[in-house]
């Protein structure tokens, strides 16, 4: 938390010097939502935090994916065509979606035992064989 006490400590200065108040203080994004809210902790003088993914996606994207529990994960359902099956040691499916229209680590298949393998510029690989 030294970083969001240094804002903090910055923000005074500015006022102090500048003779000006400053209304408001964003001291973080959804990574630091469960430790300043969700645990209970507090940093005097931080007054907003930027948690649009939090709240959208249900997930902390700046290290990856990570679900938060008890936040939605379906508000938003991306709908796309399987143009292809294959069988392979498993069973594979082509999706008409690929890495110019989503980042394939931030899809959730909604489809009990879908799991999404890889992709390419214009298509996903999704696992169908459970």
Do not use: W
Request: charged fraction near 20%; glycine fraction near 10%.
């Amino acid at each position: 938390m030294a970083a969001q006490e240094r804002l903090v400590g910055l923000a005074k200065r500015i006022e102090r010097e500048c003779g000006i108040a400053l209304r408001i203080i964003s001291g973080g994004s959804t990574n630091l939502l469960r430790s300043l809210t969700l645990e209970g902790k507090h940093i005097s003088g931080i007054n907003q935090l930027r948690i649009g993914t939090a709240i959208l996606l249900g997930i902390s994207s700046s290290i990856g994916p990570i679900p938060i529990v008890d936040f939605h994960h379906d508000t938003f359902v991306l709908k796309t065509e399987l143009i292809e099956v294959k069988q392979r040691d498993r069973l594979l499916g082509i999706l008409s979606l690929g890495q110019l229209d989503t980042d394939p680590e931030y899809l959730f298949p909604i489809s009990p035992g879908v799991t999404v393998v890889g992709s390419s510029i214009d298509h996903t690989i999704v696992d169908l064989t459970e």
